[in-house]
């Protein structure tokens, strides 16, 4: 059998697992319910682990079948120690288990590892000049310390639609290229099992055309699940004269988790709470706020984590010294912590970023046209409403500024497109946007822009959303800008509602063109 037929096959059985699931959940009520620091707001089922575990058990125990020379039974303490892990998470999905009970289980499991399974991390590798850093009778502490902290990391990066199985698919794609060049075919056949198991569970998870919100989540039982085989896979192929990579190069492709989950948990502890305090500061939170849509971000930090390992790789095959790849991976760390300790400095920055990039913003919500004199309002409203068409339910507002800034052009306008919450339509708005320019590009001086959202989470004019002197003035010097309230007045409104204007509906006639 060839190894991408067997891909296929492992992508199969996590699909049609992962569906069952999903059926009996549904049936018994055992959903992910909305609320907390939770972002959905549709009760999903936590099915992702049932398709991983389902194929890691299938690859451990019926590989022989289609790969006589090869046996993947020595790994059955992975599957035990998968499947405790497994359950555990299942459990914590269903009756929020306490992070102390989580991590004593965690810790057992990673003593199996080393105690039957005789995976185990003795050595640092050369992080400083000179000898290797062996860890002597601190090798058993600190493998399960390495254990825990990761299958944990993994845990905590879970926040968006498809960001962890996106990173655990980028991760494993690297850790079967360091098996593939080491010739260890048990590994390599092991990875490429997982990662199908992981592929039928982004079927479900990612946001796609036919798939705008994901049908279900990873849960704890698959992050904690996929959490231990890539903490199993980077030490037994990191150790023993026969090692497949260096330590270090483990880090690096793990490098997002980790990262992310180190410098969130540093400054929770800076800010006197505890690590373990669920917050909305990692790296994907601070995409979302800055108005990225999930599916960017989920690009955006998957080229990231791509680029991380491929510098690992890069290093490994190139002979690196092991000290420089490390220091290498602190510098970045330390960059990383300094730009998103403060993170009302990094949003803006980000939504600077989206901007450049011209991705549509996930606060967009319509279309703003200002600002032009009041006589030219009839003309520039026939221009929206003949753009809009029978496209979209929407509101048209017209508004007077007073600010003397403005002088004769104080005039604008702002198109709302009515229940925007799918990302297929935020490509929509700004095709809309792409058209009133066009219409309006002759006009000097009018702007045509998206219309924002403006919640505390994301407005730079909320004081509640700063903390240091400097941004208190940034705050400061915008209280007189021209868009504050006082300064604006409703002078026209008229709504549209597509389902009326479509061929043999009931036309009707928008409100007489009265501008106060």
Not at 95 to 123: D, H, K, P
Not at 262 to 288: E, T
Request: net charge positive.
């Amino acid at each position: 059998m060839s190894i991408s037929l067997f891909f296929g096959i492992c992508v199969f059985i996590s699909i049609v697992t992962i569906r069952i699931a999903m059926s009996l959940m549904g049936h018994f009520g055992i959903l992910d319910q909305p609320g907390g620091h939770k972002q959905h707001d549709i009760s999903t089922p936590f099915t992702g682990g049932f398709g991983v575990f389902a194929v890691l058990i299938a690859a451990i125990y019926l590989t022989p079948r289609y790969f006589p020379d090869i046996s993947l039974h020595p790994l059955h303490v992975m599957a035990l120690g998968g499947a405790i892990l497994f359950a555990t998470g299942l459990a914590d999905d269903i009756w929020n288990l306490n992070f102390r009970t989580r991590f004593f289980i965690q810790g057992l499991v990673a003593m199996l590892m080393i105690v039957l399974g005789g995976v185990e991390l003795q050595s640092l590798g050369q992080l400083a000049l000179g000898n290797g850093i062996k860890l002597g009778v601190w090798a058993a502490p600190f493998t399960v310390f390495a254990t825990v902290g990761l299958i944990n990391a993994f845990n905590m990066i879970d926040g968006i639609d498809g960001i962890s199985g996106s990173l655990a698919f980028i991760s494993l794609g690297f850790v079967a290229l360091v098996a593939g060049f080491a010739g260890n075919n048990v590994y390599l056949l092991l990875i490429i099992a997982v990662m199908g198991g992981v592929a039928g569970f982004l079927y479900f998870n990612l946001r796609y055309p036919s798939n705008s919100r994901a049908r279900v989540f990873l849960g704890d039982n698959g992050s904690m699940l996929l959490g231990f085989v890539l903490a199993w896979l980077f030490i037994a192929l990191s150790q023993g004269e026969q090692r497949a990579m260096t330590p270090v190069t483990a880090l690096w492709l793990f490098g997002v988790p980790l990262i992310d989950t180190i410098g969130v948990m540093l400054r929770r502890l800076s800010m006197g709470k505890s690590p373990f305090c669920a917050d909305r500061n990692h790296l994907h939170h601070l995409f979302i706020r800055a108005g990225f849509r999930v599916n960017d971000t989920v690009w955006i930090i998957s080229l990231v984590q791509t680029g991380l390992g491929a510098i690992g790789i890069a290093g490994l095959l190139l002979a690196v010294p092991e000290y420089l790849m490390f220091g290498l991976f602190l510098v970045i760390f330390a960059a990383y912590f300094y730009f998103t300790v403060q993170p009302w400095r990094v949003v803006p920055a980000l939504r600077r970023a989206n901007l450049a990039l011209g991705l549509p913003s996930a606060h967009a919500h319509g279309v703003f046209i200002g600002h032009f004199p009041k006589a030219a309002s009839r003309e520039i409203l026939a221009i929206l409403r003949n753009e809009l068409g029978c496209l979209h339910d929407y509101r048209i507002s017209l508004h007077r500024n007073n600010h003397k800034a403005l002088a004769a052009s104080n005039t604008y306008g702002m198109v709302e497109i009515v229940g925007n919450e799918n990302e297929a339509s935020l490509g929509e708005i700004r095709r809309l946007m792409a058209r009133i320019k066009l219409r309006l590009d002759g006009r000097p001086g009018v702007q045509v822009r998206l219309l924002m959202q403006r919640t505390k989470e994301h407005d730079r004019r909320d004081t509640g959303a700063v903390t240091d002197e400097r941004a208190e003035q940034v705050v400061r010097n915008r209280e007189g800008e021209r868009r504050k309230p006082q300064y604006n007045t409703e002078i026209y409104s008229t709504v549209g509602d597509k389902s009326r204007t479509k061929p043999g509906a009931a036309q009707v006639q928008d409100p007489p063109l009265s501008i106060i």
